[in-house]
């Protein structure tokens, strides 16, 4: 077998959402589980609706998901000279005809099929044929070029998701391959890209399928094979419809700015039409090794964003306090926040609350700067009741070791005195110091908050 070559070739013509990017995934695990290559391409040929700021989130998405290609990013605008050298070879060898049909006489031919119950089609009114007497050329028209498709039989092909797909070639009309300018049309570029790039196997949506029939006859008529396909279903949005910008999905960057981690991400985007078994949570590694193209489900998949909150929550539990604390880092910075060496250790006693990089970066504002605890938290709590209470912990913690076991041993040395439970003196204290009165173990959040900052906040009682 020839070195496996797979392609993810987005359109820049709106930002890159999750049901985009899973595009992208499965044949870049594909290349990387069977040591071939993953080729970008942005198909750009729509300038009127293409913009830099779409290839952008393109570029800084799969960068951040770690989707690294190996060839590329290829342009389509960039090889329109090889697009044109295609078409004069294909002019010369009559395998596609000039067609000077306007764009009224189509409408109109169209309504007449459509009245007749018919499919709408081109009717082939310019294809040359044996003994035919083609019409009049009009004057100042600049015509299409259209591709001769074949007459009769059918297209079939093995896909890898739906099985046998079969489509006649009388259902397809001779599809438009370049425009009135001489500028070439998506189907065709795609052809010319995927032969010029070795591109072996095309994983793409199953919004192609209708094209794949199309792009297999000028494959075959320009004496090349075409590779293997496999048509992912499409990704539903929350209420089941199609995820799209028009319906609310976000850009994949949203993703990356709301603290979620690229590799849970990458663990749930596999399992939106992938499984192996039952395994729920899987790192990067394991995933490219049980990575084929066997498993892909036929079903559409539904995105959940609460599901998609649970993987990562799963993911960031799992990462050392120090791995953490490099990736909150930026998110900290950005509040303009000081950071010293008790991070880690932070990391670590707050992960277990947090599903996202954004959460526990919330969490640990509270103790490098501060927020202050709501009205309601604060009228609930800090009452006169416990201030005689509060103010004795206070002195006690002047005198003490700063460390867990002696704050909680002056914790509890106040509650007997004053005759408390635990709840009773823990939640103000944390209202007091952190804004909050639901936290990890209080004697474990005092520790590493500075002893300073913890005495001015108790003071405030």
Not at 156 to 163: E, F, N, Q
Not at 235 to 247: F, Q
Not at 438 to 454: C, F, G, I, N, W
């Amino acid at each position: 077998m020839s070195r496996v070559r797979t392609r993810f070739a987005p359109s820049p013509t709106g930002f890159i959402h999750l049901g985009n990017i899973r595009s992208a995934l499965y044949p870049w695990a594909f290349a990387r589980s069977q040591q071939g290559d993953f080729i970008l391409r942005i198909e750009d040929t729509d300038q009127e609706r293409s913009t830099q700021a779409a290839v952008d989130v393109i570029l800084e998405g799969m960068e951040w998901l770690g989707l690294s290609h190996d060839e590329g990013p290829f342009y389509q605008m960039q090889r329109m000279e090889r697009y044109k050298q295609v078409l004069a070879e294909m002019q010369a060898q009559g395998l596609v005809y000039p067609c000077y049909m306007s764009v009224q006489e189509l409408d109109a031919l169209r309504e007449r099929q459509m009245a007749n119950k018919e499919k709408p089609r081109y009717d082939g009114t310019w294809r040359p044929e044996p003994g035919k007497v083609l019409p009049a050329v009009p004057e100042g028209v600049q015509p299409v070029l259209r591709f001769k498709n074949p007459q009769g039989g059918s297209v079939v092909w093995d896909d890898k998701v739906k099985g046998r797909v079969e489509f006649s070639n009388d259902e397809l009309d001779d599809l438009v391959i370049a425009r009135p300018d001489g500028t070439p049309t998506y189907n065709f570029c795609v052809v010319v890209d995927d032969i010029d790039m070795d591109i072996t196997h095309v994983i793409r949506g199953d919004d192609h399928v209708n094209n794949t029939p199309r792009q297999i006859n000028i494959f075959r008529a320009l004496g090349k094979e075409p590779p293997v396909y496999a048509h992912l279903p499409t990704v539903l949005n929350e209420l089941g419809e199609k995820m799209s910008k028009r319906h609310g999905a976000k850009p994949v960057t949203w993703y990356r700015d709301a603290g979620f981690l690229p590799d849970a991400m990458v663990n749930y985007l596999a399992r939106l039409g992938w499984s192996h078994g039952d395994d729920e949570i899987f790192s990067r590694a394991q995933f490219l090794e049980w990575f084929d193209l066997d498993h892909l489900g036929r079903s559409a998949a539904q995105f959940d964003e609460a599901k998609l909150r649970w993987v990562n929550a799963q993911h960031l539990k799992a990462l050392a306090g120090e791995v953490l604390a490099q990736k909150v880092t930026p998110y900290l910075q950005q509040r303009g926040l000081q950071l010293d060496d008790r991070l880690s250790a932070l990391c670590d006693l707050l992960k277990d609350r947090c599903e996202t990089l954004v959460a526990l970066a919330d969490w640990l504002e509270r103790f490098y700067g501060d927020v202050p605890a709501s009205e309601a938290e604060w009228q609930q709590h800090i009452t006169p009741a416990i201030a005689p209470a509060v103010q004795a912990l206070a002195e006690k913690f002047q005198a003490i070791e700063w460390n867990k076991a002696a704050i909680a041993a002056a914790l509890k040395e106040v509650l007997a005195a004053h005759q408390l439970k635990m709840p009773q003196l823990a939640m103000p204290v944390r209202v007091l110091v952190y804004g909050i009165a639901q936290t990890p173990s209080v004697d474990a959040m005092l520790e590493l908050s500075d002893r300073k900052k913890v005495l001015d906040k108790l003071a405030k009682v």
